[in-house]
């Protein structure tokens, strides 16, 4: 295990699906190939055997797109707290290299917090995972501000993660290039644009003011937004705006991941941005496999100090392993 520096590795947006909320909400496995399945449902033996082939000590593991988002207020508190129990048991032998983050029944938030609450407080995970929009909102809309409020009281993160985006973004963005370019809407374009987007949302929301200590990470090595920081900043700055200091409260409360983005260039602009304090090394697996990120990060010529902060030692401090 670890690198080739015998360096400790976490990695921190992991997958899994859970097969009652794949068959609930119809499905998957039509679009993704049998190597893809056996993994996605591998909560043991694929799953360490290739994290030992890789060197990759821990996994972070959360359920992949589409998740509790999808899932209606009526039935999703039932069936999420159900998945959670699942996971929780699947993982509950290896401790030492398996931690998860639950699935949230959004559609209804107070039932949301209080299954958050049980998922950390009783299955001993580490925060939880949203992913994309439900029923079309956005998270920062005040509805949802009850699990946020958890989160801070709980001292946990929230991963605000993709999933496919709204039927109106695909129609009005995406549609006439679907066919030959699927990617499109998703990797390559439209997941960014939905979660730098939430993200953005979010500080201007004033869910920080009201939440001083809430802690949120992002995927995909900040989802662009470390690159476009500056011009966000400056642009919310100018005058006829209310007041919000844009940089200051994205780079306080704000965590990223390499997850599926192995760029140096990139990771560079990270940490000239945010700080080696707040990057976390990820990779997206099974959607990407471990060896392509492994063998980028060794060839990343950063210190030894940050190599050390973005392999483990951030998520050990924000995660509390
Ligand atoms: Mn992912």
């Known amino acids: 295990m670890a690198t080739s520096k015998n360096e400790f590795v976490i990695a921190l947006e992991e ?14 496995e039509a679009t993704r190939s049998p190597k893809m399945m056996e ?5 043991g033996d694929i799953r360490i055997r290739e994290m030992d082939e890789a060197g ?12 509790g988002q999808k899932i209606e207020a009526d039935i999703g508190p039932k069936l999420i707290s159900g ?28 039932a949301a917090a209080d299954e958050l609450e049980r998922s950390v407080t ?8 949203i992913c994309g929009l439900t029923n079309g909102k956005f998270h920062d809309e005040k509805q949802f501000w009850p699990i946020f409020a958890r989160a801070e009281k709980l001292d946990v993160p929230i991963y605000m993660h993709p999933s496919f985006p709204d039927d109106r973004i695909i129609d009005a963005y995406y549609k006439e290039y679907i066919q030959d370019f699927p990617m499109v809407m998703r990797a390559a374009w439209g997941y960014t644009v939905e979660t730098a987007t939430q993200a953005i949302r979010m500080v201007l929301s004033g869910m920080f003011d009201e939440y001083p200590k809430l802690k949120i990470i992002l995927g995909h090595m900040g989802e ?6 500056w011009r966000i900043d400056q642009a919310l700055s100018r005058p006829g705006h209310s007041t919000i200091k844009f940089r200051e409260v994205f780079s306080e409360h704000f965590w990223i991941t390499t997850s599926g983005h192995f760029s140096t260039p990139a990771l ?22 471990n060896p392509p990120a492994m063998e980028w990060f060794e060839t990343v010529q950063i ?3 940050d190599r050390k902060k973005i392999l483990s030692e951030n998520a050990l401090s924000l995660l509390k392993l």
Do not use: C
């Open 56 to 67: 990759i000590d821990m996994q972070l593991i959360s359920h992949g797109a589409p998740s």
């Open 224 to 229: 662009t937004l470390p690159y476009q920081l």
């Open 268 to 289: 560079l602009t990270s940490m000239m941005e945010l700080g080696s304090d707040k990057i976390m090394f990820a990779v997206d697996w099974p959607f990407v496999a």
């Open 122 to 129: 009783e299955l001993g995970f580490k925060g939880a995972m």
């Open 83 to 110: 998945m959670n129990d699942r996971l929780a048991e699947a993982i509950k032998p290896h401790p030492d290299r398996l931690a998860a983050f639950a699935a949230l029944p959004t559609a209804a938030p107070e």
């Open 39 to 43: 993994r996605l449902y591998d909560l």
């Open 303 to 305: 210190s030894a100090a």
């Open 15 to 28: 997958h899994y699906w859970d097969k009652e909320l794949i068959s609930h909400l119809g499905g998957g």
